[in-house]
Each structure stands twice: as C-alpha cells, then as structure tokens.
C-alpha cells in the first residue's frame, strides 16, 4: 500500500513539473515572435481634392413627396432656413423668410406674385375642410403675411395684410383690400368681407378702411418685395458668378 502511495505522487509531481515546463515554452516563444515579427503598416486613406464635403447637420429646404415636388420661380426669395413640403408652389416676385414652413404633405399651398410669408410663419394644408370651402391653402397676390402667423386651409384674396401672430383656420376667407390686426384668430369658416378691418379673439368687425388704406396695402407688399432683391443677391444659388468673384480675390490677395 505504501509503494503504491508512492508511486502515485511520484507520477502527480512529474506531470506537474512537465506542465510547468510547456507553459513557461510556449511564454517564451510568444514573447520571441511579439519581438521578430515586424509590425503591419496601417493603410492611410488620401480623400481626394475634388471630394465634396457635405455637412449632414443642414437641413434640407426642398422635400419632395411623393411626386410632388416644391416649385420656386426664378426671382422668388425663400431663405435658406425656410422649409417648403410637398405641394407648394411660390410665384414670381414672392418671398418666403427665415424660419417659415410650408407643409404642403395634405394638400396644395399656393404663395402668388409679390406676396411674402415672414418670419416663422407656419402654412399648412387639412385633407378636407368642415366648410365646403376649399381645402387648400391660397394666399394670393400682393399679400403680407406678418412674422409667427399660423395659417391652416384658408384663402386670402388679393391685396391683404395679415398681422403677425395671427391665426387663421379652416375654411377661413379674407375677401380682397382686407386686413386682419396682429394677435387675431379667425374661426373655421369665418369669412372677412372686402374693404374691412378685423381683429381680436375671435376676431370681429372693427371699422371699413379708407381709401388711402388700401391703396397702401400693395405697396407694403411691393416694399418687401423690392427688400427681399438685396437678399437673394446675397443668397444666389450654387454654380454661378460669386464663385468666379471669390476667385479673382484670392488671386488678388483679398480675404473673401
């Protein structure tokens, strides 16, 4: 019995020194290839020169949907911040300004000659109006639509002032040579007759305007179209003449 207890440990410590030994070779010879072997060299990637670098945090200001696209005249000024959806059509001499969105992802928006949209301003469109009316949203020529205004399926006749602030629901109409105060809010279906000033919440008759009021209104709509030239000038879409104008700078030495 004691050999045997013998023999046993004798065969544990020899298996256990063996093991030692292989692990302390195979350290070794990890260690002596980590120090031979040479290091692969990384691959650099040159991006080329004529590479455009596109900036993926803009945003977009024509979004087509479906297959209705945005369509903007020629001399129309809209802002690069502006954001045109779907069914919109801005006419010649309009301008849409900073911060303004026109949805059009329901139904048409229509912005007509020398009219302007302002600042934040919100133009949509419903499926339906609850009026009969129609559903579109139409604001039509020599029209001024003042900053933060919110319109949703309405028409605005010919020469009309719309104050800032103001709020026009569905089915609403402001007949032509109208203004409506800033602040005010017209109800679904409410309708502004010609030659009259409203306001208030909701918005109620408040006086008949004078001719000289009248005549005045496209002409405010005439001003900020003749304001919104100096803009576009600044603003001039990509591919045309400033690039030649930056070049011949840098070729003079001037900071551009």
Not at 1 to 21: C, E, F, G, Y
Not at 74 to 96: C, E
Not at 229 to 235: A, M, W
Request: aromatic letters at 8%; one cysteine or more.
């Amino acid at each position: 019995m004691a050999t045997s207890l013998v023999r046993i440990s004798k065969r544990s410590i020899t298996s256990a020194v063996s093991s030692n030994l292989i692990r302390r070779y195979f350290a070794a010879e990890a260690v002596a290839v980590a120090t031979t072997e040479t290091p692969k060299p990384k691959s650099q990637v040159t991006p080329s020169p004529d590479r455009v670098k596109w900036d993926y945090r803009g945003q977009r200001q024509i979004i087509p949907l479906g297959q209705w696209l945005p369509k903007v005249a020629v001399d129309a000024y809209v802002a690069p911040n502006v954001v045109l959806a779907g069914q919109v059509t801005v006419w010649d001499g309009s301008s849409v300004w900073n911060g303004a969105v026109l949805r059009g992802d329901l139904n048409k928006i229509t912005v007509g000659f020398c009219s302007n949209v302002q600042e934040r301003c919100v133009v949509h469109a419903a499926w339906s109006s609850p009026t009969g009316l129609p559903a579109q949203t139409l604001i039509d020529r020599y029209v001024t639509v003042g900053a933060y205004s919110l319109l949703r399926s309405c028409t605005i006749e010919p020469e009309c002032i719309i104050g800032q602030h103001s709020i026009l629901m569905e089915g609403s109409l402001v007949e032509t040579r109208s203004i409506l105060e800033a602040g005010s809010v017209l109800p679904p279906g409410r309708r502004i007759p010609s030659g009259e000033l409203w306001g208030g919440n909701p918005a109620r008759f408040i006086r008949t305007l004078t001719n000289e009021e009248t005549l005045e209104i496209p002409k405010l709509a005439v001003a900020i179209n003749h304001l919104s030239g100096d803009y576009f000038s600044e603003f001039l879409p990509y591919s045309t003449i400033y690039l030649e104008v930056e070049k011949f700078k840098k070729s003079l030495g001037i900071s551009v």
